[in-house]
């Protein structure tokens, strides 16, 4: 049937987007509010192939200094300017992000432990397999660095979404 002037087509895929996937995941909006801050969130509704490694709401909140704050606290003595704050602050999510995001998909969890470079400079993540529990999914079987363990999988059109109960140290 032809189409009418004016009338709307939504566009549909078949898959969602890794940009959909976290929109609705509740337990991972503080890592999605700080992402889309960002230029590299682009990456979320592109063809790159990505794997995320997204943490809870619960672990964020855990952290005692948060994305957005320096690793080591500044010296009260110093003054910087509130620009200066801000270009600080979002240096500091920018890493921390990028250390939450694989920049290939899909990722293998074989028996040996294995290394999978970030999209922030100088830091990989390691898995190591824990178990050989025939039947369950092989993410469920294995430990990300720190004994953090994955907790969730969606897929995307664009690559996975793994929730973790922890954050990526780096």
């Not at 991972?28 to 794997?51: G, K, P, Q």
């Not at 999510?93 to 293998?108: D, G, L, N």
């Not at 039947?135 to 690559?159: C, F, H, S, Y």
Request: aromatic share 8%; proline share 7%; charged share 25%.
């Amino acid at each position: 049937m032809p189409e009418k002037p004016g009338t709307f087509q939504p566009l549909t895929n078949s898959q969602p987007t890794l940009a959909d996937l976290l929109t609705i995941e509740t337990s991972a909006s503080i890592f999605y509010s700080y992402a889309r801050e960002l230029e590299l969130s682009v990456r979320f509704n592109s063809d790159d192939m990505s794997t995320l490694l997204v943490p809870t709401n619960k672990a964020v909140m855990a952290l005692a200094r948060k994305p957005h704050q320096d690793p080591d606290p500044v010296e009260p003595k110093i003054e910087i300017s509130e620009q200066e704050s801000d270009q600080l602050s979002k240096r500091n999510v920018e890493r921390w992000v990028s250390a939450h995001i694989i920049p290939k998909s899909p990722i293998s969890f074989s028996s040996e432990a294995k290394a999978y470079e970030t999209l922030l400079e100088g830091k990989s993540v390691t898995f190591k397999a824990m178990s050989d529990e025939s039947g369950e999914p092989e993410w469920t079987q294995v430990d990300l660095e720190d004994g953090t363990r994955i907790i969730g999988m969606r897929k995307a059109k664009n690559g996975v979404m793994y929730i973790i109960d922890s954050t990526v140290k780096f």
